[in-house]
């Protein structure tokens, strides 16, 4: 998706050249934050950058009223390579 490709390559340009989505680890999920009625619900994205099998990221976008939420998209974890932060 070019959403998430451009969050990728923006947190870090101009060293990520491309970016790879994992759909097979994309779902939709609940989450919580420590609070009896938890954090509600988001979809999260995985995936590596530059074609780098020990590249990862994690996009992360709050579900609203049962949509998507473009506007909330935002990386969760950093973004790593080697198990260690990218920058």
């Known amino acids: 998706d070019d959403s998430v490709e451009k969050i990728i390559k923006r947190k870090v340009e101009p060293s990520i050249e491309s970016v790879q989505i994992d759909w097979n680890e994309t779902k939709w999920e609940k989450v919580g934050n420590g609070t009896p009625q938890g954090g509600g619900e988001v979809v999260s994205i995985f995936g590596e950058f530059n074609n780098l ?15 998507v939420d473009l506007e909330s998209m935002a990386i969760s974890n950093g973004i790593r390579l080697g198990g260690k932060l990218f920058e």
């Not at 099998?53 to 949509?67: A, L, M, R, T």
């Open 53 to 67: 099998k020990d590249s990862d990221w994690n996009v992360i976008i709050e579900i609203k009223d049962g949509k």
